[in-house]
């Protein structure tokens, strides 16, 4: 079969790979589409802290059922969507229903070999049903998980201020569910293009361009209170520990994003806020099936979101490029036919 494949850092090939044989407990899928997402950018650009190479990339899966195993509630045909983190089930993380942050997670396309290609074999508790979404729909849900999958973290109550920081896909996600949860939503960004993006659209009710005036421009936005909930989705040290200071007194912060660094705060303003912060890492079942429900319901700007589109013989080509060509660019989908 078909599969892209990263050989090491800048060298992406389309390469045949052998067909995956079904394991035990395992089902066969035929992968139809694979959302691009900055991870797969960082492997590219040789950026990605857990990943050895060659990789076959790819995370953000949609497809078919081919081959079930007899027992199994799903049937040739079926659309679903690929959870990409595959857990061990027995550890403290596993135990305790967190299978998000399992002690020895896989991830497919970063641990494990992906599913940028034309079948995979994935564990049953891996896949969920896709209802009636179509599979660009379905292949759009873990990134948006992510972003809910915070969110319930945070629990952001109604009318709380919440400002997400980084206007890429993660933090698009965020802004999106923190708005559905009924938080007042502010997004920030270097980038004016992303923020007009997100605001025209209806993912955040207002922007804050991120610059030197920025702490002036969060105490403007909430009358030098700072705000009730902070998301940080931007991969950058320094934005993560600037985000400390935008919390309100009683308030909390969001890590969604993570580096391959350590990441240092004042402790003194930290505990004079009574600050939590929290880690949110990947998402859990319930955030799955939470974005599945709000894409049917016709609350995600999808025709928005889904920007650009290429197929397996295209990738090699088009994403290198789109790692420097940055316009316009909020989800690729890669169409497999």
């Known amino acids: ?13 389309l390469e045949e790979r052998p067909e995956p044989k079904r394991g035990e407990a395992e089902v066969l899928v035929r992968i139809r589409r694979v959302g691009i997402c900055g991870t797969d950018f960082h492997i590219f650009e040789g950026s990605h802290p857990y990943l050895a190479y060659p990789r076959i990339i790819g995370h953000e899966l949609s497809g078919e059922v081919l081959e079930a195993p007899a027992d199994s509630a799903l049937k040739p045909g079926q659309t679903v969507v690929i959870n990409p983190y595959v857990s061990c089930g027995r550890c403290i993380a596993c135990r305790n229903g967190k299978p998000n942050c399992c002690v020895g997670i896989a991830v497919l396309g970063v641990h494990r070999d992906g599913g940028m290609c034309e079948r995979i074999s994935v564990p049953e508790r891996n896949l969920y049903p896709a209802g009636s979404l179509t599979f660009d729909q379905a292949a759009s849900i873990e990134f948006l998980a992510i972003g809910a ?3 319930a973290r945070s629990a952001l109550q109604p009318r709380a201020r919440a400002l997400v920081i980084g206007a890429g896909p993660i933090g698009l996600g965020a802004a999106l569910f923190a708005g559905l949860a009924g938080g007042d939503v502010t997004i920030m960004d270097r980038d004016a293009e992303r923020l007009a993006f997100a605001t025209m ?5 207002r922007s804050i361009e991120a610059g030197e005036r920025t ?3 969060v105490g403007e936005a909430t009358g ?5 909930v902070v998301f940080d989705a931007t991969g950058a040290r320094a934005s993560m520990e600037h985000a400390f200071r935008y919390v309100a007194h009683g308030g909390a912060l969001v890590l969604i994003s993570v580096v391959n660094e350590d990441v240092a705060f004042s402790d003194p303003e930290f505990h ?5 912060l929290l880690g949110s890492r990947n998402a ?4 799955f099936e939470r974005v599945i429900a709000a894409i049917e319901q016709g609350r995600v700007p999808l025709k928005r979101l889904l920007t650009h589109r290429t197929d397996l013989a295209g990738v090699a080509a088009d994403l290198p490029r789109w790692t420097t060509e940055k316009r316009g660019l909020v989800k690729a989908l890669v169409q497999i036919a």
């Open 284 to 287: 859990l079942r319930i955030d």
């Open 149 to 151: 999958h915070a969110v």
């Open 272 to 276: 004079k806020r009574e600050m939590t």
């Open 201 to 205: 659209g209806g993912l955040a009710a």
């Open 224 to 228: 030098g209170e700072g705000f009730d």
């Open 1 to 13: 079969m078909r599969a892209v494949v990263c050989q090491r850092p800048g060298e992406l090939v």
């Open 215 to 217: 702490a002036e421009l």
